[in-house]
């Protein structure tokens, strides 16, 4: 079974401008939910879909949106790019999102913000 | 915000030795997880405790959870160079909503050297 995806790995973006990071799911997965990690804060919870609603949200700006598609790959998105944005975006999928379920880390999107 | 917070920050070891990492946690939980993160990757799940469960192996790989002082305990027995990483506790924390989010700690570097 093929693991969490996530496209691009890499990016490089300008402030001011906008960035879509894409997350596809282990395949019968519902629940995606997204991380934050910088070396100062560390791993930060953003959000988490589960059938294409969000169930959860973390303590971030509305500049952090996201959403989930009908075959559960989501997205996140983040406008008006600060240079604090740079950072390692984790997406994690689960099956259902019920408690003790372990969570399937993507490789990360690593976003640099110049 | 952070809820899990491992010691030491970082440790050295030579191969074979064992190598114990300890999380402290601040609020009530249903589980505590493990995870193992190589060099900026994304994060490998190594290990679930539940609450009502004092000790788990798994492998090389030994846990132990202390809900009366908040703090988990991961013993790496035999310790190879691909132990070579960053790991992670992380803890459950219920929302409003009556959903799970996973709650992580700073992280722990482990260096192993061959």
């Known amino acids: 079974k093929a693991g969490v995806t996530q496209t691009p790995r890499y990016l490089i973006k300008t402030r001011g401008q906008q960035v879509t990071l894409s997350c596809s799911p282990i395949s019968g997965h519902r629940s995606v939910s997204w991380y934050q990690q910088t070396p100062g804060q560390g791993l930060q919870f953003l959000f988490e879909y589960f059938s294409e609603t969000q169930r959860n949200k973390g303590n971030f700006p509305g500049r952090f949106s996201g959403r989930q598609f009908s075959n559960s790959r989501s997205e996140m998105n983040v406008s008006t790019l600060e240079l604090g944005d740079s950072a390692l975006y984790l997406c994690?999928?689960?099956?259902?999102?019920?408690?003790?379920?372990?969570?399937?880390f993507g490789p990360g999107t690593r976003l640099l913000v110049l | 915000s952070q809820q899990g917070e491992e010691d030491p920050q970082a440790l050295s070891i030579q191969e074979g030795e064992n190598a114990t990492m300890n999380c402290s946690y601040k609020?009530?939980?249903?589980?505590l997880q493990w995870y193992r993160q190589n060099s900026g990757r994304g994060l490998v799940h190594l290990i679930l405790i539940r609450s009502n469960e004092r000790e788990k192996h798994s492998g090389r790989l030994r846990v132990t959870l202390d809900t009366s002082k908040k703090s988990s305990s991961l013993l790496i027995t035999a310790s190879r160079a691909a132990d070579t990483a960053s790991y992670f506790c992380a803890t459950d924390s219920i929302t409003q909503g009556g959903s799970e989010k996973l709650v992580f700690g700073k992280g722990m570097k482990l260096t192993v050297n061959p």
């Open positions: 994690a999928s689960r099956r259902a999102g019920y408690r003790q379920e372990t969570q399937y």
């Open positions: 609020t009530s939980i249903n589980n």
